[in-house]
């Protein structure tokens, strides 16, 4: 996992509004809105799948952050549960146009990542609440690779890309090796790259695939509570207790098990500094705006807000 210095200068970010915070929102507005649904319809729309509702609510669109404070860096919440599965964020073409805007200077005769394609390989179906099957294509573009995967996983292309960022540069400086090492699946920071995972599908999808499986496995190492996180590979460089709000933070931690120090979150580059993280923090901010936002306040159903990685399924909404 990248340890490469990335600091996130800037002013802190203004004041959240109400639709797409985590504010709680007064029981009031919550009468008021679950009466303009009831107003809607029948009970029966209240109990229709997850998508109808989705479309019924005016969310603005996301605002992304070129200023941003690395002091707000939240260990136990580096990104929300909506924000890490929702794999509908970003379409195919959305993402084409996203890596053709990036300011990309490869570092050797590697193509940016906007022309690169790539023959993709068949993948089963993983089993219930797991990857979905992945039919493989000739000349895949990475754009629907990344996409492709993400809707079969379950996981937000938003996520995929700031990975391929974080630990390969690979949006703005790719290079051979980086394609080969994509998301640095099989990469552990204290041993040599596994070359069975080799490529950039096979490194994508099986990083997609690995998320999954922390989520529908989450009895591990790093899991929602208070848990010790170190501060680098290094052990002697110590560690502090983060209580883990959400499951996608604890999969960040299973994937690079470490947190920025408070002296690397004061800018200090020393020997003990891992940013990985950080930089995924960092990334995701000034990309695509705050990491920890919601679509819907609490008051509806969790599953909406895509919690534990669990999309709401057909008749379970408002019991």
């Known amino acids: 996992m990248s340890l490469t210095p990335r600091r ?7 004041a959240r509004g109400f639709w797409g915070t985590r504010k709680k929102p007064r029981r009031l507005l919550a009468l008021l809105v679950v009466a303009a649904f009831v107003a809607l319809g029948s009970a029966a729309a209240l109990t229709a799948g997850s998508a109808a509702l989705e479309r019924s609510a005016a969310i603005p669109a996301v605002t992304p952050s070129s200023e941003i404070d690395a002091g707000d860096f939240d260990p136990g919440l580096i990104i929300s549960d909506y924000n890490f599965y929702n794999a509908e964020a970003m379409t195919s073409d959305e993402v ?3 890596l053709e805007n990036r300011s990309c200077h490869p570092r050797d005769d590697s193509p940016c990542l906007w022309e690169y394609r790539e023959s993709t390989v068949s993948q089963p179906a993983a089993g219930a609440g797991h ?4 039919l493989g294509k000739p000349h895949e573009r990475a754009s629907t690779i990344i996409s492709r995967v993400a809707e079969a996983c379950g996981i937000s292309p938003r996520v995929l890309l700031v990975l391929l960022q974080k630990e390969q540069s690979l949006l703005t400086a790719p290079n051979e090796s980086g394609y080969l090492r994509a998301t640095g699946y099989g990469c552990p920071d204290t041993a040599d790259c596994n070359a069975d995972y080799f490529g950039f599908f096979n ?8 998320f999954r499986q922390y989520t529908q496995e989450p009895d591990r190492a790093f899991q929602i509570g208070r848990i010790d996180v170190g501060y680098h590979p290094d ?3 110590g560690s502090s207790r983060v209580q883990i709000e959400n499951q996608a933070t604890a999969n960040l931690y299973n994937y690079t098990p470490y947190q920025p120090s408070p002296e690397t979150i004061e800018g200090a580059d020393t ?6 993280n950080l930089n995924f923090w960092s990334f995701y901010s000034q990309w695509f705006g705050e990491t920890d936002t919601e679509r819907y306040p609490d008051f509806f159903e969790p599953c909406l807000n895509l919690v ?7 008749g379970t909404l408002f019991g």
């Open 96 to 98: 084409q146009a996203f």
């Open 8 to 14: 996130a200068p800037g002013a802190r970010r203004g």
């Open 271 to 276: 020997d003990c500094s891992a940013y990985g």
């Open 235 to 237: 052990a002697d460089c």
């Open 131 to 134: 990857c979905e099957s992945y």
């Open 308 to 314: 534990g990685g669990q999309p709401c399924r057909p």
């Open 203 to 210: 490194q994508v999808y099986n990083a997609a695939w690995q």
